[in-house]
């Protein structure tokens, strides 16, 4: 019997105040039971009698706390423009009279804070002093909390779990453990089966100007393929594809046993897989429409930060997609630069992300910044923002600081450092033995002028990658358990995926239990741009550009119009159930890791141009994930052991 098509939808966009952009959302965050009001946390400051780093920092400055933009927030960046693009330059600096530190760390991300906590293991009594241009301490490492009817949620704004412990460097797996980081928590605190349980899955909203057709379709055979019924592969690809050509396109890529580089060894289909991007693989292997290519392209943006188009056959085969069933390859046996990890269940994941690794770190660096010596406790300890900067901590962390020179104070080694940075307008002079620079590799020729050309050029191959994080606080998820969703692809929106908070409870916080409770809903936008023919750095430069070009109005109306149009059928009303938006934006996100499809197979994290970038110049050492080509916790904690280890030698 001839299966039906399933009816074509067309609806009508909805209105700004339809979707709720005339609605006010709260400014106020609750911390242990008070109210703070962020209102005055950035107001301009003076002087006070003495030097205080950061007087801007009072009673009421929480930025976890804040909704709106943050990430690269306004206020975070344009000093670094200024220099970068402007031609600014800041010839003198007011001396701060702190005297001479041990050690100034460029960025207090996780490499920056962990750089301060190994240095000061091997130097108990230094001087530390961070400097970071961004409101919170964290790097992308950030949290977001929102309030609701007096309960405290949370979520990550950035970097998101520890992934692959068991992959860690003894260095990287020893720091967690002395900031008291249990992995086997984990295992209990997050709920691996909780939607699972209440029948909720993955499901992709097609959109009409796509498209051609406004449609939920539940389930998700095209990413991580994994063995289904015939009758459900078949249900799937009925829904997902609008023609019968395209249906039987899909099913034959979805089921492909045929060998399509027959005459070919297992080796030359590697490196044959290694020319083409997956894209093109689907058009010439598969005669894939342009309508399915568009289906699949986005399914890599939140892994690679680019689409299908940026990413090599070989690659799409490594992360199981489609299609490869019948080349007889075994990657372990037949690619020479294949290299796996061992496989973990994905559920290393604070309630804030990585953001609790940062804020352990503070903790042991800053003891008076907050209360508590535990992994769990740490979960919803109030931090102190206005101790981080104190005259009398020997570890000091100053926020709202942007670099803008480091320079030694002569041609001899022995002599110290110098640094300049500008904090609201105006330029401070500071002096170290030593300095760690963990801030963005990119920024490094424009504030040292002694950094070696070389290195900045081989600097210049790592071009960071865009990546946008919004938090969504919704009233109750009975939307999604209405329809029977945890997680929304878009494949023609600006977000392209979207998923209720990881299901963690870790010491006094418990995640939502119950549908008519709120929850905060995660959203996931690239700015890439396939179909164009650009590599990847050039998608990704591009997409540096809109996203600092694009306004928050314009991301919320994004973030109401998708999901207001996904869960309408759900009874999902943006303008009524949304309580909260924060949108993190990240212009220089992800590090950029070396792809196949635009460079040479044998770079990696071991090997490449980033090994001669990072190598330091005088006192100077290099630590960021930029410096290990590697896009995650413990290659930030690596970059910081060997630049500490670097100066002591």
């Not at 008070?34 to 005055?40: E, N």
């Not at 942007?402 to 002599?415: L, Q």
């Not at 159930?577 to 197979?601: C, M, Q, S």
Request: aromatic share 10%; with cysteine; charged share 25%.
């Amino acid at each position: 019997m001839r299966r039906r098509e399933p009816p074509k939808v067309k609806r009508q966009r909805a209105t700004d105040r339809e979707l709720g952009l005339d609605r006010a959302i709260s400014r106020r965050q609750f911390c242990q039971g008070s109210a703070v009001a962020l209102g005055a946390s950035l107001l301009p400051w003076e002087r006070a009698w003495g030097f205080d780093g950061s007087p801007e920092i009072g009673a009421g400055y929480y930025p976890p706390g804040r909704d709106g933009l943050r990430g690269s927030h306004p206020g975070s960046f344009e000093t670094a423009h200024a220099l970068a693009h402007g031609g600014a330059r800041w010839e003198t600096g007011e001396v701060s009279g702190e005297g001479e530190f041990d050690l100034v760390v460029v960025g207090a991300g996780i490499s920056g804070l962990a750089a301060a906590w190994f240095y000061r293991r091997e130097n108990p009594g230094a001087r530390i002093l961070l400097l970071d241009n961004h409101e919170d301490f964290g790097g992308h490492a950030i949290r977001n909390e929102f309030t609701i009817d007096g309960r405290t949620i949370i979520g990550y704004g950035g970097s998101q779990s520890i992934d692959t412990p068991s992959s860690y460097s003894p260095e990287a797996i020893g720091l967690l453990r002395e900031l008291a980081i249990d992995l086997q928590v984990f295992h209990q605190a997050f709920d691996r089966d909780f939607y699972r349980d209440l029948g909720l899955g993955e499901a992709f909203w097609l959109d009409a100007a796509t498209f051609g057709v406004d449609r939920l379709v539940k389930g998700n055979a095209l990413y991580r393929h994994a063995a289904r019924s015939a009758d459900e592969t078949a249900r799937f690809a009925a829904e997902i594809a609008t023609n019968t050509r395209d249906r039987e396109t899909l099913l034959g890529i979805l089921n492909n046993d045929r060998d399509f580089l027959a005459g070919k060894s297992p080796a030359e289909k590697v490196a044959y897989l290694r020319t083409l991007s997956y894209d093109e693989c689907l058009r010439r292997h598969f005669g894939a429409s342009e309508y399915l290519v568009k289906l699949f392209n986005p399914l890599t943006k939140s892994y690679w930060g680019i689409g299908t188009d940026g990413i090599s056959a070989r690659e799409a085969m490594f992360l199981s997609m489609p299609g490869f069933n019948g080349l007889g390859i075994d990657l372990a046996r037949d690619d020479p630069h294949y290299g796996l990890e061992k496989n973990e269940p994905y559920i290393f994941h604070f309630p804030d992300g990585n953001a609790g690794i940062a804020r352990l770190l503070v903790r042991s660096l800053v003891p008076a910044a907050a209360p508590g010596d535990s992994m769990q406790d740490q979960v919803t300890a109030c931090f102190d923002y206005s101790a981080l900067d104190r005259a009398d901590s020997p570890v000091r962390i100053r926020l709202n600081s942007t670099v803008v020179r480091i320079a030694h104070d002569g041609p001899s080694p022995g002599k110290g450092v110098g640094l300049r940075y500008v904090k609201q307008g105006r330029a401070w002079d500071v002096r170290a033995r030593q300095v760690v620079y963990a801030g963005y590799s990119a920024m490094l020729p424009y504030i040292a002028p002694e950094f070696p050309p070389e290195q900045a050029a081989a600097f210049g191959k790592l071009v960071k990658v865009p990546l946008l994080y919004a938090n969504t606080l919704l009233s109750n998820w009975r939307a999604f358990e209405k329809l029977g969703v945890s997680s929304l692809r878009f494949p023609g929106g600006t977000f392209t995926a979207a998923s209720l908070d990881f299901p963690v409870s870790m010491g006094a916080y418990a995640f939502s239990q119950d549908p008519s409770e709120p929850i905060i809903v995660h959203l996931v936008h690239v700015p890439a741009r396939p179909g164009e023919g650009l590599d990847a750095r050039q998608q990704n430069r591009d997409g540096r550009r809109q996203m600092l070009s694009t306004s928050f109005a314009d991301y919320e109306r994004a973030i109401r119009g998708q999901l207001g149009d996904a869960l309408a059928g759900g009874g999902f009303d943006p303008a009524r159930d949304i309580r909260g938006l924060t949108v993190n934006r990240w212009p220089h996100g992800y590090a950029y890791e070396y792809n196949d499809l635009w460079d040479p197979p044998d770079w990696n994290r071991y090997k490449g141009p980033h090994i001669q970038a990072r190598k330091p110049f005088g006192r100077v050492a290099i630590a960021n994930s930029d410096a290990e080509a590697y896009a995650y916790v413990n290659g930030a904690i690596d970059a910081a052991w060997r630049a500490v280890g670097e100066l002591a030698q």
